[in-house]
């Protein structure tokens, strides 16, 4: 049976904001920035302007709100708050930088998500406290999404061979196998067939079935098993099975370096 590892905890490590550069970011994302005046992100050198309706969210006057009036809360002291994540792959959800408004005396917050991979908007919220136990979330429109949505329900598009860590899964027409570590192992695998978009039968060795489904978006693929909920995988040979390998190098660098000082 599969078992897939991670480098490292899927947790957001803190940016700093400091002279309009944000920093902890890796390599491959620099340089980064964020102007405050213009709200314009900067992401691996590539730009990217805040639309109204996410300008609107910066409680400094400088936007204006959903109705299209001026930005009723001008004035308000805020933090400001960035974190990312790029070591959870390979995922349905890229490496992306989550941007934290919170205006002081206040009962709600904005966040923005990043997809810092391909330097675009994921999506938009306001979290709007309306008791002590209860937030309620608010979808915030974004003008002209940058973020092509792919989902591919056609299931002969997941014929192919999918890696993540030492596990490769392989899917032909008619069957699935895995290996792990360079060994086949006995699940999953046997004959497969589409039941409907999304959802596939499983005929095992033993006799047994059962159903397993997926998703697909571009080079990234989630299937999930009886056995095996949620296992992530990249096209192997992909530009995104490459990025995936190599933060997860870069995270088990980062461990050992972490582990070493503390040893010291």
């Keep these: 049976m599969i078992a897939v590892a991670t480098s490292a905890a899927h947790t957001d490590t803190p940016i700093q904001l400091k002279d309009g550069a944000l920093r902890g970011l890796p390599k491959e994302f620099l340089p980064a920035a964020f102007d405050l005046d213009s709200k314009i992100l900067t992401v691996a050198g590539k730009k990217l302007q805040l639309p109204d309706s996410l300008i609107a969210l910066f409680p400094d006057g400088r936007g204006v709100d959903q109705f299209g009036e001026p930005n009723p809360v001008e004035g308000i002291p805020y933090e400001l708050e960035f974190s990312a994540s790029w070591y959870h792959g390979p995922s349905l959800l890229p490496p992306y930088l989550l941007i934290k408004i919170t205006p002081k005396d206040r009962d709600f917050r904005s966040e923005i998500l990043v997809d810092i991979e391909s330097v675009a908007f994921l999506e938009a919220h306001v979290f709007l406290s309306v008791s002590k136990k209860r937030t309620e979330v608010v979808p915030v429109l974004i003008e002209e999404p940058k973020l092509p949505k ?85 096209k192997l040979g992909s530009a995104a099975d490459k990025a995936s390998q190599r933060r997860n190098e870069s995270a088990e660098q980062d461990a050992a370096m972490k582990n070493q000082r503390k040893s010291e």
Excluded: C
Excluded at 158 to 185: R, S
Excluded at 201 to 221: A, M, T
């Design 150 to 234: 792919e989902d591919v329900d056609d299931w002969l598009s997941i014929i192919g061979k999918w890696h993540a860590h030492d596990l490769i899964v392989e899917i032909t027409k008619d069957e699935i196998q895995a290996t792990q570590f360079g060994k086949l192992v006995d699940y999953p695998k046997g004959k497969i067939a589409p039941i409907e978009p999304g959802v596939m039968s499983l005929s095992l060795p033993s006799g047994g079935k059962e159903i397993f489904v997926y998703q697909r978006k571009g080079d990234i693929l989630e299937l999930s098993f009886q056995r095996a909920a949620g296992v992530n995988l990249a």
